[in-house]
């Protein structure tokens, strides 16, 4: 009891006492935190830093996720996942299998075969056999794959010439051309006919049993010649296709006939001559090119009007009728040389017919409706 008055007593006693700090307390609290407190302070400080850093590069490959093309990012990051795929774990007893494979796949390569003769082989054998010996035997050292060729500028640009002329074939340009041209035929058409005694007359020389018997006048003969006729045109060629074109333009056409009618105590002299203005319509097809070198074939039909008409009997000019319209048709086969490239000569021996047009003009039209001729002329190439 009294050890615990004791200690009331001081207690009391030293409540408020106080202890003044010594001056250089607060030096030695400085010098001492370098020490202590310091590395904490610093070590927070490059914590912190990373962290911000760390919070940039979150925020900037989130960005650059949502702006990036999704197609970009699932072909840049799938060859990746592929390449890095985690091995599946092999279990004790997969391993001891394999290894005993391995094994018995040595033991099979160093044993000596056994030698079966063919009657010992079964029928399945028999065609592995021969199928071996029929394949060719692929060696380790034979290279499986080609090696990668470099690539540099001049192959690239090269591969992609190849690639765009493969894709987009060069094609032949269409080509117009103009045609001057001289037509004629082969040969010249003669004939000759009696003339015809009139009904009046016929009637004193006819009896029962000679009624419609044609009687000819003796003495008298009508003499004819049909010339062939020439022509001079202007075409002009639209080409359809490469190959593939259609020519018209506009033909000048002479035909010329001598008409010689004899009589006991004279002769009558005709000439006709008649003129036609006709337009063509033609298909041509260029069948071989070599060069300045071209075969073709051309068909078609062509309108003729006789435009004039000239007679004179001895020398006198007398007025005559006008022919009707006529129709023809045609082909030809044709050579072409270009002399240079925007001038070629050709030549087109062809085949026409012309068609009757119930006219009583006599003509070479009407002599030979099918004939041969002959076209030469001058092509001007438009595009070449």
Request: hydrophobic residues 35%.
């Amino acid at each position: 009891m009294k050890q615990d008055k004791w200690i009331k007593q001081l207690h009391d006693k030293l409540a408020d006492h106080e202890v003044a700090a010594p001056e250089d307390l607060w030096a030695d609290i400085e010098a001492a935190l370098p020490k202590s407190v310091a590395p904490q302070k610093a070590r927070f400080m490059t914590l912190r830093r990373w962290a911000v850093a760390a919070s940039m590069l979150a925020l900037l490959a989130t960005g650059m996720y949502w702006w990036w093309p999704q197609e970009e990012i699932s072909r840049q990051v799938l060859p990746q996942t592929a390449k890095t795929e985690t091995p599946q774990p092999v279990t004790p007893t997969e391993a001891v299998t394999e290894e005993t494979t391995r094994v018995e796949i040595a033991e099979q390569k160093t044993a000596k075969p056994i030698e079966r003769s063919e009657t010992d082989l079964t029928t399945e054998e028999r065609t592995a056999s021969t199928v071996t010996e029929d394949e060719p035997q692929v060696t380790e050292e034979t290279p499986t794959t080609q090696p990668a060729t470099e690539s540099t500028p001049q192959t690239v640009v090269r591969q992609l010439d190849e690639q765009i002329a493969r894709l987009s074939p060069v094609k032949r340009r269409k080509s117009a051309s103009i045609s001057l041209y001289a037509m004629n035929g082969f040969g010249t058409q003669t004939g000759s006919n009696g003339v015809i005694m009139s009904p009046q007359l016929a009637d004193r020389f006819r009896n029962a049993t000679r009624a419609n018997e044609v009687i000819y006048l003796a003495g008298y003969e009508e003499r004819q010649k049909h010339y062939q006729p020439i022509s001079f045109g202007l075409t002009v060629a639209y080409p359809l296709t490469d190959r593939l074109s259609v020519s018209s333009g506009i033909v000048f056409t002479r035909l010329q006939s001598d008409f010689t009618y004899i009589m006991p105590s004279q002769q009558i002299q005709k000439e006709q001559t008649l003129y036609y203005l006709g337009i063509p319509l033609n298909l041509n097809y260029r069948l071989w090119t070599y060069k300045g070198l071209k075969v073709y074939a051309s068909a078609g039909g062509q309108a003729d009007w006789n435009v004039w008409t000239k007679l004179q009997t001895n020398g006198v000019t007398l007025e005559m009728d006008k022919d009707r319209m006529q129709w023809s048709v045609g082909g030809a086969l044709g050579i072409q040389y270009d002399v240079i490239p925007q001038l070629g000569f050709y030549a087109e021996p062809g085949l026409k017919y012309y068609f009757d047009n119930g006219s009583k003009v006599q003509n070479f039209f009407k002599d030979k409706p099918l004939n041969f001729n002959l076209q030469l002329g001058l092509r001007l190439n438009l595009n070449d």
